[in-house]
């Protein structure tokens, strides 16, 4: 029986590259040899803000079919937005085994937009749980949509704790380990959540100025720095203070 990751390796297609375009003109780890293998069910991409997670999560998902603007893979754009054609996705090639045709691309910025479309058009009692996403907080939202969406074998996750309390980030840790068990899906996502990151046999991505390389969970940033921040806030907020001060 088949078994995700389906998605296998991405990589680029040197003759597509356009070197003075966004991003290859300015990620310089994206060289024309440049190639991610996802050896796990799960992976997370976590890195700086600007880092290029989301540029990378974003051509990705247009290599799989998705709108820019998120949604499933029948959803058009519902965000009015002008995307701007992807240099990166036009240059990106993918390996699968197989190619799935079913999935979810989720965008945070965007869920305000997607919640309006899946209220108006979506199958709510089919897909959502037959509860109107408006009529839920944010929170409740996001996980309803992800909670029985279930089964859907490609998930591609921009932020997805952005509305989640720590608690509901527990619930959705369990949601993670229900959709690992199923060996149907593949969730790649960025995140800069210590919480999420935690949760065991992911791949963890690191998006740097110099590359991107695998990393373990206690070597990430979001790791060691909320590690040692919660282990003595004080601390660093004299540092912090301290450093205002002296400006
Ligand atoms: N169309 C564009 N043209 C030029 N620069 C862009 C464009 N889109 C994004 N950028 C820049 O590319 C960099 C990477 O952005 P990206 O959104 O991929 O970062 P990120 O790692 O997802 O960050 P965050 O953690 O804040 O979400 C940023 O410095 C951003 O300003
Ligand atoms: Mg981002």
């Known amino acids: 029986m088949l078994k995700s990751p389906f998605l296998k390796k991405i990589s680029i297609a040197s003759d597509k590259v356009e070197r003075e375009v966004f991003p290859f003109n300015s990620m310089a780890f994206l060289t024309d040899d440049f190639e991610l293998t996802f050896d796990q069910k799960i992976t997370f991409f976590v890195g700086e803000n600007g880092s290029g ?6 051509a990705i998902a247009k290599l799989c079919g998705f709108h820019e603007s998120g949604g499933s893979l029948d959803h058009k754009n519902y965000d009015s937005i002008d995307h701007v054609d992807s240099a990166l996705a036009k240059a990106l090639q993918a390996t699968w085994l197989p190619k799935v045709r079913q999935g979810f691309f989720f965008r945070s910025e965007s869920f305000f937009n997607l919640a309006n479309y899946i209220d108006t058009y979506g199958d709510l009692n089919r897909y959502y749980g037959g509860q109107e996403m408006h009529k839920q907080s ?32 527990l619930t959705f840790l369990s949601l993670l380990s229900e959709w690992e068990k199923s060996d149907n899906t593949q969730l790649i996502f960025a995140t800069h959540s210590p919480i999420l990151l935690a949760y065991p046999n992911a791949q963890i991505i690191e998006f740097t100025s110099e590359g991107l390389r695998d990393v373990e969970y206690e070597e990430t940033e979001n790791y060691k720095i909320t590690k040692t921040f919660l282990n003595n806030p004080q601390r660093y907020l004299k540092e912090l203070m301290d450093l205002e001060v002296s400006k």
Do not use: C, I, V, W
């Open 53 to 58: 997670k989301s540029t990378m999560l974003e």
């Open 138 to 169: 944010h929170g409740e939202a996001f996980l309803s949509l992800f909670s029985n969406r279930l089964g859907s074998p490609t998930y591609l996750l921009d932020e997805p704790k952005a509305a989640l309390s720590p608690q509901r980030q």
